[in-house]
């Protein structure tokens, strides 16, 4: 499980230090990708099978269009001896990440954002509207 906030910088080279916490969980080989939003996302081996499962659903034109997106923008990646991740160039020019970043925990997957694009979001955050769809789901909190 992915949990917590991490600030950290990017090298010159495109590499950050993954938080100790999350590397007994991306152990050996694990992918990156992006999505909708402008972040990096990060999936352990056994999470990105479950995700590349979900295209199953999807049929004709719209599971072409969509996994085309998904997949030409995945790297399978590792960590170095120092436990850095080298985000690939595309997927760091897609989330503007400059030099200063910040990698959440999702549960299931973490994400690296640009410091000053995640600030910006979550200034936007509207906690009583997340609050409101938590209950909705029928999870106590």
């Known amino acids: 499980m992915f949990l917590g906030e991490f600030n950290h910088t990017v090298d010159g080279k495109g590499r950050v230090f993954v938080p100790a916490c999350y590397r007994d969980q991306l152990i050996g080989k694990f992918y990156v990708s992006i999505t909708e939003e402008k972040c990096v996302k990060l999936y352990s081996k056994e999470e ?6 979900r295209f199953d659903d999807i049929r004709g ?3 072409t269009k969509s996994s085309r997106f998904i997949f030409r923008n995945a790297n399978e990646v590792e960590l170095d001896t120092s436990g850095r991740l080298l985000i690939p160039e595309k997927l760091r020019k897609h989330a503007e990440i400059k030099k200063d970043v910040v990698i959440i925990g999702r549960n299931t997957l973490a994400e690296i954002w640009d410091k000053d694009l995640f600030d ?3 200034e936007t955050e509207d906690k009583e509207e997340i609050m409101e769809y938590i209950n909705e789901a029928g999870i106590p909190t």
């Open 61 to 63: 034109e719209k599971n």
């Open 120 to 122: 910006k979001y979550v």
């Open 48 to 53: 990105w099978y479950k995700f590349c499962d």
